[in-house]
């Protein structure tokens, strides 16, 4: 993971400066996938475009506004040190945003049901405030009304509200209307083993959020700068053949390999090829040149103009 510069932002209500933070480049390594279909991955963080100005409280995408300017994270600006790190809003701020930009209500209503989620996932009781379970039950029904069923990912997702809400009936009937057939073989796979994990959960009336897949045994982990297909194909040719060599390096390393391989640095890619002995099974006997010139004819990397 390689952070970016810090962009400076200027609260367009009393003029305050914020800092959003970036990132040059990260990968889901480690990352953790849950049932509301939350992905969490620390060497991919994400920084909010919704955010408040911590002065006035007002509440606006950071998107919209120009950059006013930009500092080395790694050297801060003492032009920007009043400026703040933009943080996600808190769940009371998110239904104020609500109010404020209706247009975006589902995004709105999602971060609402994670935010809710994350205190679970931070080891918390839901809910705190008294208010707090009528909040998320009509943000839970506002969600199942705003999203019809036409794809998998919203089917998933409304299985999971009426789990949330206890309607455990209404959730094994979504999970059992899901059909794997016509699907690629590890598509279906995954999403096999995902029905299973929700229909288990709701035959025991358990209600709460929990954790899907880790990385390594999820098609979705992967990197950053790779489209989605190639970086499976990568992933499942380096397990392939390290399993073949029985070699005694555990996924972990294969993992750290695949990350050097992702930053634009060639002699972090030949680190990479000595330790993994063009395990690609591409051009076993090529040079580094070739190799290169073979990722980016597949557009197997996407990014490496600076090599
Ligand atoms: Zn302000």
Known sequence: MQPGPNNIYKCPH?????????LLSGNTCEAMFYSDGKRIAPMLPEFPDLTKCK????????????????????????????AE????????????????YPKKEKDIRIWILWTFNDRIRNGKEIFIDPDDKDLWEQNSNALLKLFDDSNLERKFLK??????LGEFEK???IIESINVSGMKEDDAQWVKSLKGQMK??????????????????????????????????????LKKRTVNR????????????????????????????NLTGWCLNMNPNGSIEE?????IKHKWILDLKCV
Request: proline share 1%.
């Open 171 to 173: 959730c094994i009937d």
């Open 85 to 100: 790190c933009a943080e996600f809003l808190n769940i009371k701020d998110l239904f104020r945003a609500l109010e404020m």
């Open 200 to 237: 288990n959960m709701a035959e025991q009336k358990d209600r709460l959020v929990f954790i899907t897949s880790e990385w390594g045994e999820d098609r979705r982990g992967g990197f950053y700068s790779l489209d989605k297909v190639t970086e499976y194909i990568i992933y499942e040719r």
């Open 291 to 295: 190799f290169i010139e073979d990722l």
């Open 55 to 82: 002065k006035c409280n007002h509440i606006f995408w950071l998107s919209i506004f120009k950059i006013v300017g930009q500092e080395d994270c790694w050297n801060p600006d003492s032009k920007w040190a009043d």
């Open 14 to 22: 009393c003029g305050h400066f914020l800092k959003e933070r970036t």
């Open 246 to 273: 029985e070699s005694t390096r555990s996924i972990g390393h294969i993992k750290s390999d695949i990350d050097m391989i992702t930053n634009s640095d060639t002699k972090k890619i030949s680190c990479f090829l």
């Open 159 to 164: 299985a999971e509200l009426y789990r949330n």
